[in-house]
């Protein structure tokens, strides 16, 4: 089936829509396509400016009910972006996490496979698991995922997202295509502690919210672990080419990443005071210094880490002629920009 965007018939569920992901592929849905859409969250504090839009239907409800996934299994395409997957939450909550991440996508798979909606669920480059610092391209249906022990629950997050994949692919007469996102970055990522969340958010959210509060850069275990940081405008795109080319798609998992985005966690640290510096117009030794802790300081008992993580791309260029595109430094200073600009009347 060939779904056009221009098509008003066509009608579409996102779950998590109010998350960092959901909120900027409801603002391209709507600004790209004529189509229908369910926004299901429990909370829409980052679509204000959408609330009102008479294309959007706004259900403010739990993924967990059994009644609400199979509102979202009426629709014929169903992206599921709702989950826990916020690393310090992976020790202290496992439970949670795992119900987040295998249980809730699993009976939202099985009303799927019910009703013939074609489900885009939303996995992690983290299913690739413990991944040691030598560079190796991670490849979608040829690299081993593997993980710490059972005792370190960092990986709670991790394997339930890997069983939830199996049970995918395992699950007959379900149309389906799982996406790894490796490090999604940009405006509205997260939160600041203190201001609109509790916690520690992702590396980038961290930062910039620690150089906006003149409070120290922290570097987990030296920040020598490398990452590929993906800006959030290629991974909108790359949803949208999967919605093109859905034969291309079904039955499919796809990495969503930009290799050459790559770098440690201390290199990012240092171009974030660079950026931060310059935006200021203040010298380097006026910004926040970065400061060394140990993970099991900073995140606890449990935590381990995966120490470099690079997507190849190739299979989504050769089945859906999908490239990355943006640089990672006009990323990291819009996002910066963004954070400056949204949080400058709560700082
Ligand atoms: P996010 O936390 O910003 O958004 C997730 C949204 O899901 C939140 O708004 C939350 O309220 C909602 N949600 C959680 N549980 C729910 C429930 N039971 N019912 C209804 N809504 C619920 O996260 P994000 O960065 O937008 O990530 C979206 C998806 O992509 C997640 O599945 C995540 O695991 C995956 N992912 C994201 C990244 C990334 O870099 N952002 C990387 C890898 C994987
Ligand atoms: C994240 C989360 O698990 C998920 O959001 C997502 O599924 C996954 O990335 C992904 O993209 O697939 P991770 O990259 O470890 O995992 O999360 P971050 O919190 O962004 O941490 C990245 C690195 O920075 C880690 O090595 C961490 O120890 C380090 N870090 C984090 C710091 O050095 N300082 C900080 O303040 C925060």
């Known amino acids: 089936m060939k779904y056009s965007f221009k098509d008003p018939t066509v009608s579409i569920a996102i779950v998590g829509a109010g998350g960092f992901i959901g909120s900027h592929l409801l603002d391209a849905l709507i600004e790209r396509t004529s189509w229908r859409i369910l926004a299901v969250d429990l909370d829409f504090y980052r679509l204000q400016h959408r609330l009102h839009h008479p294309r959007i239907e706004f259900l403010c409800d739990d993924l967990k009910k059994e009644s609400v996934v199979s509102r979202i299994a009426s629709y014929p395409i169903v992206i599921n972006l709702a989950a826990i997957c916020v690393p310090s939450r992976y020790m202290r909550e496992a439970k949670e996490v795992i119900e987040s991440n295998y249980n809730h996508p699993v009976a939202l798979a099985l009303a799927c496979a019910k009703s013939g909606a074609w489900l885009i669920h939303f996995s992690t480059s983290e299913v690739y698991g413990k991944t040691s610092i030598e560079p190796c391209l991670l490849e979608e249906d040829s690299s081993p995922m593997i993980l710490g022990s059972v005792r370190a629950s960092r990986w709670s997050y991790a394997c339930a997202k890997q069983l939830t994949e199996r049970y995918i692919a395992s699950l007959q007469g379900l149309s389906w ?30 930062f910039c919210a620690a150089l906006l509060k003149n409070e120290p850069l922290f570097l987990v275990d030296q920040g020598v672990s490398r990452r590929s940081f993906t800006s959030i405008h290629d991974a909108i795109h790359f949803i949208f080419a999967v919605l093109v080319h859905q034969e291309e798609s079904l039955g499919q998992a796809f990495n969503i990443g930009n290799p050459e985005n ?9 171009r974030m005071r660079q950026i931060y510096a310059s935006l200021k117009q203040v010298s380097i030794d006026q910004v926040s210094p970065v400061q ?18 690079i997507p190849s791309i190739e299979k989504a260029k050769r089945l859906l002629g999908y490239v990355p595109n943006e640089a990672l430094d006009v990323t990291l200073q819009e996002t910066l920009s963004w954070f400056i600009e949204h949080y400058r009347l709560a700082l």
């Not at 790559?262 to 240092?270: G, Q, R």
């Not at 802790?293 to 993580?309: A, T």
């Open 262 to 270: 790559e770098l440690s966690i201390a290199e990012l640290a240092d």
């Open 177 to 206: 295509t799982v996406l790894r996102p490796f490090n999604f970055v940009g405006p509205r990522m997260d939160f600041i502690p203190g201001i609109d969340g509790e916690g520690i958010p992702r590396v980038l959210a961290n």
């Open 292 to 309: 060394l802790i140990s993970s099991k300081e900073y995140y606890g008992e449990g935590y381990e880490d995966s120490l470099r993580r």
